[in-house]
């Protein structure tokens, strides 16, 4: 079995509403969301569930600190650009740290085989059929606006945002192959391996 987590981050600020860029850790966190999920070892789901964990200043849902019991009990912590983005905005707010955990990030996996990036909304929209439901500026706004009814937009896009991510890295897990849209609006295919390392059979004891 394969215990996995599949999760986004929004933030609080834009970059340029921060000073220094290169402190991406200033953006601060909002919301996170994730996936929480078991497969079989021929990669079928058994179980799963979805929660959004929040800064401490929002009152009445999870904390932020809950996400790290998740993260850390992860075969693999799996993200859309979360190497260089999520985890190290991310790492001030858990008790660990996040960059020493399991990640899994599906950009990185597409670059290494394109040798440049794409979009999630891109792979997402050949792949799937699906595109994303808005964008980080609504994100921050949304935060910014800080009432009840723009905390549940926020969560709602962040959460869209995994289940997206997920469906992507299932057809990649399963099918061993992305779909998208080339500069020159040819449709193209990729192939990618995102199986885990096979597992080594324990000897059989003989009887005799």
């Known amino acids: 079995m394969y215990r996995e987590v599949i999760f986004d981050i929004e933030t609080k600020k834009l970059f340029d509403q921060i000073e220094d860029r290169q402190r991406i850790e200033d953006l601060g966190v909002s919301v996170v969301s994730a996936y929480r999920r078991v497969l ?38 799996i993200g859309f650009n979360s190497i260089k983005f999520d985890a190290p905005v991310l790492n001030p707010h858990m008790e660990g740290d996040v960059m020493r955990l ?42 910014q606006a800080g009432d009840e009814e723009s905390l549940a937009k926020l969560q709602h896009y962040c959460e869209m945002d995994v289940e997206v991510t997920k469906k ?27 199986s885990y390392p096979k597992k080594e059979e324990e000897p059989q004891l003989g009887l005799f």
């Open 168 to 194: 992507l890295y299932d057809v990649g897990l399963r099918e061993g192959r992305l779909k998208y849209m080339s500069k020159w609006n040819e449709p193209k295919e990729i192939e990618v391996d995102f």
């Open 40 to 77: 079989d070892d021929n990669y079928k789901e058994i179980e799963g569930e979805m929660a959004s964990f929040w800064d401490e200043g929002v009152r009445g849902r999870r904390r932020l600190g809950e996400l790290w019991e998740w993260l850390v009990s992860a075969d693999r912590v």
């Open 102 to 143: 399991k990640h899994f990030d599906i950009l990185e996996k597409v670059r290494g085989v394109l040798g440049h990036r794409l979009s999630l909304d891109a792979l997402a929209k050949e792949t799937l059929g699906e595109t994303k439901m808005a964008n980080g500026l609504a994100a921050v706004d949304w935060w």
